[in-house]
């Protein structure tokens, strides 16, 4: 499957943003799918995962409560809302496919087979 992300930019600190990541050359439904986040200089980290029907989510303590998955199968497209951003959350948000047999959200990069290429969000203060 090849992913797309998009919706980043340069943002205000305390706005929100929808990210999405659209996928083709095979249905999306066959898919776990995560996000994750790479800051300058830092590694890349787990944001969040979603389950094949979107009926499971999982999200890292650092981001619970402010970060929200979805997706819309039919469509083939994952989503990641953001809210009450801050200049910490400057990065580029990868979102990523696992297609393992298994009911578990991965939070490992090297679990996830399959990436977009990562949109940019800047956020000013």
């Known amino acids: 499957v090849q992913l797309q992300a998009s919706g980043g930019g340069l943002v205000q600190a305390g706005d929100s943003l929808t990210l999405s990541c659209a996928a083709s050359?095979?249905?999306?439904?066959?898919?776990?799918m995560g996000w994750f986040r790479q800051a300058p200089g830092k590694e890349r980290v787990f944001l969040g995962a979603i389950s094949r029907n979107g009926g499971t989510t999982s999200y890292a303590d650092s981001v619970k409560g402010r970060f929200t998955i979805s997706r819309d199968n039919a469509k083939n497209t994952v989503y990641l809302q953001v809210n009450s951003l801050s200049r910490e959350d400057t990065a580029v948000y990868y979102c990523?496919?696992?297609?393992?047999?298994?009911?578990?959200?991965?939070?490992?990069?090297?679990?996830?087979?399959?990436w977009g290429q990562g949109t940019l969000v800047t956020v000013s203060s």
């Open positions: 050359g095979r249905t999306l439904s066959s898919y776990k």
């Open positions: 990523a496919a696992d297609r393992t047999n298994t009911k578990y959200l991965f939070t490992a990069v090297n679990d996830y087979t399959s």
